[in-house]
């Protein structure tokens, strides 16, 4: 029997006051980040805020510094530049200040066609949205995030009791908030994609925390005699490895997919993998914590059946 | 032990069928079945998305408000010859406001011979708001206001499926989405540009006649750079004769290829509008210069005949989107209903042009609110990666269970498979859409298909290590996991389903294969392996478990 963890007894409930401050400055991060989206200074993708962009593949390396020059002196200094490096791939990038009406896109094809004339690109893609669209995509997303969260939190709260209930979904919004906030400091671009990642991982970040809470509920339906501590502390310990096992299968597949996976994949899968990573620790160090905050109905952790 | 056989059965059926509904979704092989076969299998399996295969998706807005100003302005045209072959004597008939029609008219005692001309346009109602004895003011009817924005839509639907199944797109789609969105995916369109111009273009074609003895008045350039009219229009804006505009004609000169422009004066009144074409065909002129040669209905044939017989020796400029293609002199009264446009353009130009026509013009412009556009190139980059990426996550993750779980862990690896076959056949008996993110979706569902296999093994291990035989310490591995396995995937089916109900396009795909990868994979688990396990026991008296 190969097993990565031995029988551990470590006391993750006495380590709970650093692990809190950690979440805490990862939560106020993410609830920065939530505002900043919400007064639209965040570094929003052009599906959410409208814009162009456009993504041309060269047959030979292409400066950033020589497209952004060429770019200025076109008219379009607003633009923002991404290169891919090996590939002599060129992301272009232009938000909402422009009306669709103008073909943005084809304006940046023709400024590379004249600028570039010896340097063949092919035109890989190009999007434009115009801001209607955009607005229509936050209201839908946020609708999405709602239902979702309300469904899960309904969900827990039947199934256990209603404050494993708001463990869980407090839980799951520290782990969407931490990613939140890592990708604001990272000035990583928020688009469609990664809020679709950040529901998903909403999703799955819940998985590892409801196998937690089961054996806590199973171990205070057993054991009585114990301080509440101890029983959670013993219920994490008894299913450390198998919390540690599930994350790492996840993480296993979403490492090719983040390193090979193509551009449009990558920030996708990086934030499933930060949100993974964050959720395997939020379900042993905040989830579980958090119902100590709160006694049951007649002062203990669960009601007599 | 309950009995393996029922399941067993389950199991073989449903591999099976996975097999059946995947087939048509891998071609080489689904070609190289018998005919008779292929007649009662399914013959669709995935679509790939645009993002995949390469293509344009747009999504349009009709300028309903622009339509209802056209169709006004249609009808002061028809109300100005109305007036010309009654000979009433009309000041000027100018549209005001969006649905506002207001005529000016010298002699007072008209005004009842002009209301009774109007009275043939029920869609219009006299206003109040006239304010002078030598003037009347009517407005479009509301209801009519409304009626010709419906049309509209349906109109510019009917007009974009014909001109996309004569430009020919493999499986085009146009729909209406909304009130008053188009949305329109061609897939594997090779010249995105040309499909969106073809798609975009209003192509109103209207021959107006030129105003020759005012333009000398104007003197205005003979030729412009391309980008300059705007000065032009400025400059003559106040000599402007009443009823008169100034249009511009495109022409590249043939030894430096620089794009000009010559500026027209040319009489408002609409002679003939491109409503009352039969048919449009690209011709190859002497100088081997392509043109389009267009014919008239029955109708539109006498019209142009009388309309030619009329101006014999004056210029009429053919005008599409207020743009003129050339301003000929009419030499003679031209029969036959058929017409020539000549112009510079190339082959495809004319092409493109000769299909437009034929389909007839958009009631108004159309707005591009969302327009993604996918080149082929990378669409083949994306699924070589995602397989890639597959595969790569697949052997990780296969290899993972075999070392730490041994033979149990190949029971979970092909519990893995299984699950991936499934996925598949699900997906190709949905005819769904496989999108990058839908990749993603797939990569996923392996790393969590195997998490149920991991609870589960976990509490066979501890059931063990309390000391039980490998019967039951397996059947109690999979009772006390039962619980915690349905727990965790509602949570993760609970966002999928938000997901698919809120998302769109790629998100959409993504939240299908979640899904379905969620559901499955509580299949494989909880039968697939328990089968393994089960059959196993029973021919052997297996006393050691390799977990």
Not at chain 1, 130 to 138: A, D, E, N, S, V
Not at chain 2, 445 to 466: A, K, P, Q, W, Y
Request: net charge neutral; aromatic share 6%.
């Amino acid at each position: 029997m190969l097993e990565i963890l031995g029988k551990t007894s470590i006391d993750f409930m006495g380590k709970r006051r650093w692990a809190f401050l950690f979440s805490g400055v990862m939560v106020v991060l993410g609830m920065v980040a939530l505002v900043q989206i919400a007064r639209g200074s965040a570094n929003l993708g052009i599906d959410f805020a409208g814009g162009t962009a456009v993504q041309l593949k060269f047959e030979q390396a292409v400066k950033i510094d020589e497209a952004r020059k060429v770019l200025e002196a076109n008219g379009l200094g607003n633009a923002e530049l991404q290169e891919f490096g090996q590939e002599n791939k060129l992301l272009i990038r232009l938000k909402a200040s422009t009306t669709i009406e103008e073909k943005v896109a084809d304006r940046v094809v023709a400024v590379f066609t004249k600028e570039f004339a010896s340097n063949h690109f092919v035109v890989e893609s190009s999007t434009e949205i115009g801001p209607t669209i955009g607005k229509k995509l936050q209201g839908d997303a946020l609708i999405a995030i709602v239902i979702s969260f309300v469904g899960i939190i309904l969900y827990v709260a039947g199934r256990f009791e209603f404050r494993f209930g708001i463990a869980a979904a407090l839980a799951t919004f520290h782990d969407v908030l931490a990613v939140l906030g890592a990708f604001y400091i990272l000035d990583k671009e928020i688009t469609l994609l990664v809020v679709t990642a950040l529901l998903t991982l909403a999703g799955y970040s819940m998985t590892d925390t409801v196998v937690v809470f089961d054996r806590i509920r199973e171990n205070l339906r057993i054991r009585r005699r114990e301080t509440e501590e101890t029983i959670i502390n013993n219920a994490i310990n008894q299913v450390l490895s198998r919390t540690i096992v599930t994350s790492l299968t996840v993480v296993l597949v979403l490492i090719p997919l983040t390193i090979a996976g193509g551009e449009v994949l990558h920030d996708f899968s990086l934030a499933l993998l930060w949100g993974v990573i964050f959720g395997t620790y939020s379900s042993v160090f905040v989830a579980s914590p958090l119902l100590l905050f709160w006694p049951g109905a007649s002062g203990r952790l669960l009601k007599r059946s | 032990m309950k009995r393996v056989g029922g399941r067993l059965a389950l199991l073989v059926l449903v591999v099976l069928l996975s097999v059946i509904f995947f087939l048509p979704t891998y071609q080489p092989v689904y070609q190289a079945l018998p005919g008779w076969l292929k007649t009662v299998m399914p013959n669709k399996g995935i679509t790939l998305g645009l993002d995949l295969q390469g293509g344009i998706h747009l999504v349009m807005e009709v300028d309903e408000d622009r339509a209802v100003e056209i169709a006004v302005d249609r009808s002061i045209v028809s109300l100005q010859d109305g007036f010309i072959d009654k000979k009433i004597p009309v000041e000027s008939v100018t549209r005001t406001g969006p649905t506002q029609v207001t005529i000016q008219f010298q002699n007072a005692e008209l005004k009842a011979q002009i209301q009774k001309t109007i009275d043939d346009y029920p869609i219009f109602s006299e206003t109040e708001t006239a304010g002078s004895v030598n003037r009347l003011v009517w407005e479009l009817r509301e209801a009519e206001a409304k009626r010709i924005k419906d049309s509209a839509i349906n109109q510019a639907l009917e007009t974009i499926r014909n001109r996309i199944d004569q430009f020919g797109v493999a499986e085009p789609m146009v729909q209406r989405q909304g009130l008053k969105q188009i949305v329109v995916q061609l897939p594997g369109v090779k010249e995105p540009k040309r499909a969106r111009d073809l798609i975009k273009e209003t192509a109103l074609l209207e021959f107006k006649m030129l105003d020759e003895d005012n333009q000398a008045k104007l003197d205005l350039p003979a030729r412009i750079p391309k980008d300059r009219e705007a000065e032009v229009l400025k400059q003559a804006e106040a000599k402007l004769p009443e009823g008169d505009q100034i249009l511009f004609e495109r022409g590249v000169d043939k030894d430096t290829g620089q794009e000009y422009r010559i500026p027209y004066l040319v009489k408002k009144r609409v002679m003939l509008t491109g409503d009352v074409l039969s048919d449009a065909r690209v011709s190859i002129g002497q100088f081997n210069d392509p043109y389009v040669s267009i014919t008239f209905d029955g109708k539109g044939g006498r019209e142009f005949e009388r309309i030619t017989g009329d101006n014999i020796k004056k210029r009429m400029a053919v005008v599409l989107d207020n743009t003129i293609y050339s301003a000929p002199v009419i030499q003679d009264r031209i029969t036959g209903g058929r017409a020539q446009i000549t112009g510079t353009f190339s082959m495809q130009e004319a092409n493109d042009l000769a299909i437009v026509l034929r389909a007839g013009a958009l009631p108004a412009p159309l707005k591009i609110i969302q327009d993604l556009t996918v080149g082929p190139s990378l669409g083949k980059d994306s699924i070589e990666k995602g397989v890639q990426a597959t595969l790569a996550a697949g052997a990780l993750v296969v290899l993972f269970m075999i070392v730490y779980y041994r033979m149990s862990g190949v029971i979970a690896d092909f519990a893995l498979m299984l699950n991936l076959l499934c996925l598949m056949g699900a997906l190709s008996a949905l005819n769904a859409t496989l999108t990058l993110p839908g990749i993603a979706g797939i990569v996923l569902t392996i790393g969590m298909g195997v998490d149920s296999n991991v609870l589960i093994f976990e509490r066979i291990r501890e059931e063990l290590r309390l000391g039980k035989g490998v019967r039951l310490a397996v059947d109690g591995g999979y009772d006390k996991a039962l619980l915690t396995i349905v727990d965790s995937h509602v949570t993760t089916l609970i966002t999928g389903m938000a997901l698919f109900l809120f998302g769109t396009g790629p998100i959409k795909g993504f939240a299908v294969t979640l899904c379905l990868g969620i559901g499955i994979n509580l299949f494989t688990a909880l039968i697939g392996t328990k089968v393994i396990f089960d059959l196993l026991n029973q021919r052997h008296k297996v006393t050691q478990l390799s977990i």
